[in-house]
């Protein structure tokens, strides 16, 4: 006697391969078999690709924050003078900087003079952020000192200014041409405060990433800033970069501790921290959303049974009577439904993996279709539309995917192994 074959044996794939390729005259259901694959198809490519820009965007936003912008920043509590004027400055900022350095974690210090001042040039105005620092420290910002997207010589830093694309653009300034900063807390004369006004040449222009950073900031040499605004031998804060900066609450006591009783902080998690919870709100919703349409797409792979399971019922009966089990009837059909979500889940695969790699021009093409203007860099911060394929992003597609399609096709799959031979074999 014959022992009890495995369980998906090669003639259990053999009847399942017959259904499914067969044609409608013969019982089967290929239209409701493509409508199924392709529905799933489409359903985990806009799973795959949705998930490739949502990571892309925090990637660039982080990207821009971080290669612009302090990981900490260090400042003062407010301080009463004898005269009663309140005040931020340091004047210890070179011993504090030093202090603060040596915390172990922190890879850059940076002393900063901070003001916003109106820039002119011609007939245009705009309100911009000076920055005035060390040509030391600004060769170590990552986004501003990149060459390959700044223009002019960085190294003629302390002969002039450097400012944001954006500025320039909105000046219409280039390399060589005169800037002039109008700072209304300027001169102190017997008769008050006059204006300061001050013309600089352009020796570089920079593109962080960021609209909002490249259209207001211009940096200035450090002791020109302590000059131009009244701080002579004194600064606004420290700017701290670490090596980690994900993990910068670790290092906060560390470093309040080094920069003295009256030191405040103030990370880059707290100034961006409402636009990064909405991302995550943004991503856990859109995640949801769009599992449920691959649910939506994979219920079509039980209609498609269920009409095949009543087309074969007489292909059922005489099963069963040639002696195979419900175990085997039940996982014939099981293959029917799971090769239709293996096959589509494959394919949307393929298709959000090549809709992330060719983002760019494939955004091309739309923008010229649409005339331009699709991407206003005003209102989303930064110029492109960024995706950034993620293994894990790609591994919770595929097992969401293969999950519910071999889910679904539990139930008709069961309900063909349930049939009874007699009742499927009466009127034939």
């Known amino acids: 006697m014959a022992g009890t074959p495995p369980p998906f044996a090669r003639f259990e794939w053999m009847i399942a391969w017959r259904y499914l390729r067969a044609k409608r005259a013969e019982g089967g259901v290929s239209v409701m078999t493509w409508i199924s694959l392709v529905g799933i198809t489409l359903a985990v490519f806009a799973l795959i690709a949705t998930l490739a820009v949502r990571s892309g965007f925090r990637t660039e936003f982080v990207d821009t924050i971080l290669g612009a912008n302090a990981h900490v920043t260090v400042y003062n509590a407010i301080e009463v003078t004898e005269s009663g004027a309140t005040s931020r400055t340091m004047a210890d900022y070179a011993e504090k900087a030093e202090a603060v350095r040596a915390v172990p974690g922190v890879t850059r210090v940076a002393p900063l003079v901070k003001g916003q001042v109106m820039a002119n040039h011609r007939n245009s105005n705009t309100g911009v952020i000076v920055f005035g620092i060390a040509e ?5 910002i990552p986004r501003v000192a990149d060459p390959e997207n700044g223009e002019g010589d960085i190294a003629r830093f302390n002969e002039g200014v450097a400012i944001g694309s954006g500025v320039a653009r909105e000046l219409g300034l280039m390399l060589g041409d005169s800037i002039t900063l109008i700072s209304p807390n300027g001169v102190r004369t017997a008769f008050g405060t006059s204006p300061r006004v001050n013309v600089y040449e352009v020796v570089y222009v920079f593109t962080a990433g960021r609209y909002d950073i490249d259209s207001t900031r211009v940096y200035m ?13 004194v600064a606004d804060e420290l700017e701290v970069m670490v090596e980690d900066p994900e993990a910068i609450e670790k290092l906060l006591p560390a470093i309040v501790e080094a920069a003295g009783e009256r030191a405040l902080v103030w990370t880059w998690k707290d100034a961006s ?3 990064l919870r909405a991302l995550d709100v943004e991503d856990n919703v859109m995640f949801i959303i769009l599992s449920i349409l691959v649910l939506i797409a994979s219920m079509n792979i039980i209609s498609g049974l269920i009409m095949l399971v009543k087309n074969k019922g007489r292909d059922i009966g005489i099963l069963r009577t040639m002696g195979l089990t419900e175990g085997s009837i039940m996982r ?3 293959i029917c439904g799971a090769s239709t979500g293996l096959i589509g889940t ?4 393929i298709l959000g993996c090549l809709f992330a790699i060719y983002i760019d021009p494939i955004f091309s093409a739309v923008n010229y279709v649409a005339g331009g203007g699709v991407w206003d860099p005003s209102i989303r911060g930064i110029y492109q539309l960024p995706a950034e394929l993620r293994l894990g992003d790609v591994l919770s597609a595929i097992g969401l995917s293969l999950f519910l399609s071999f889910f679904v096709t539990l139930f008709p799959a069961r309900r063909a192994a349930r049939m009874n031979p007699v009742e499927a074999l009466r009127y034939e």
């Open 136 to 140: 030391e420290d600004l060769l170590g």
């Open 221 to 233: 040499p450090f002791a020109e800033a302590q000059s131009y605004f009244n701080r002579e031998g």
């Open 273 to 275: 921290g409402s636009f």
């Open 332 to 334: 014939v059909f099981f």
């Open 346 to 349: 494959l394919a949307g695969v």
